[in-house]
């Protein structure tokens, strides 16, 4: 059974600082990585896909992956209240078809 | 990004009546197609992968012929949901892709349906 594990919160940050969510799967084989956020009662928003090992910035988000040890996590810098919602770790591998495999979620709040 | 639009938004119905959810790629043609469902404060559930041209592949324990799903276009797919009772009461939502394989997946608004 192939997994993706997320903290489900809720995390809570000032206004400000920098959040950071974090996600590890259990398939080794996995080949693609995104974070989706989603606002209460919305669907899913791709913010960021990931690829290759290290880090991928796009402004205030910086995505990082370490294959090695199969965690991949998002920083959200300078956090605004805009910024609370659940954000959804998402991987894909080879098999199934590309299947695309949803952690449950990590609920952020930014307090202003 | 790529665009997927779903019609309805929100639609209210009676019990044994059947409702159809349109999802369709704006801007791009997509060979597949995903259907999810989700609960409230609960995660996204596959429910089927929606091929062009062929029949959906179902998730174990989605009934395929409750939801039934058709993709007769590279832009479009829908899900019907036949004798809808209360409990299908959810938000179902759409995603495709732009590119087949690993990339990335792009979701419509969604659909919330109401049973009565």
């Known amino acids: 059974q192939k997994e993706v594990e997320q903290n489900s919160g809720p995390l809570s940050v000032p206004e400000g600082a920098i959040a950071s969510l974090n996600c590890t799967y259990s398939d080794r084989g996995s080949q693609s990585f995104f974070w989706y956020r989603q606002y209460s009662g919305k669907s899913p928003e791709l913010i960021m896909s990931?690829?290759?090992?290290g880090d991928k910035e796009d402004g205030r988000f910086t995505a990082q992956l370490n294959k090695a040890s199969q965690y991949v996590s998002l920083l959200i810098r300078d956090s605004q209240p805009s910024d609370s919602a659940t954000y959804l770790c998402a991987v894909k591998d080879r098999t199934g078809g590309f299947k695309t495999i949803f952690g449950a979620g990590t609920r952020l709040f930014v307090k202003a | 990004g790529a665009v997927v639009s779903q019609h309805p938004s929100r639609v209210i119905c009676k019990s044994g009546t059947s409702v159809k959810i349109e999802c369709r790629s704006l801007d791009f043609q997509a060979t597949t197609m995903f259907w999810y469902r989700q609960f409230p404060k609960k995660s996204l559930m596959l429910m089927a992968t929606?091929?062009?041209?062929?029949?959906?592949?179902?998730e174990q324990g989605v009934e395929k012929d409750k939801f039934l799903i058709n993709h007769a276009s590279l832009t479009l797919s829908t899900l019907t949901v036949t004798s809808a009772h209360p409990e299908d009461s959810s938000f179902y939502i759409c995603?495709?892709?732009?590119?087949?394989?690993?990339?990335?997946?792009?979701f419509g608004p969604g659909t919330r349906l109401t049973v009565l």
């Open positions: 990931i690829y290759s090992n």
């Open positions: 929606s091929n062009e041209g062929s029949k959906a592949t179902y």
């Open positions: 995603s495709a892709s732009p590119l087949a394989g690993a990339g990335e997946q792009f």
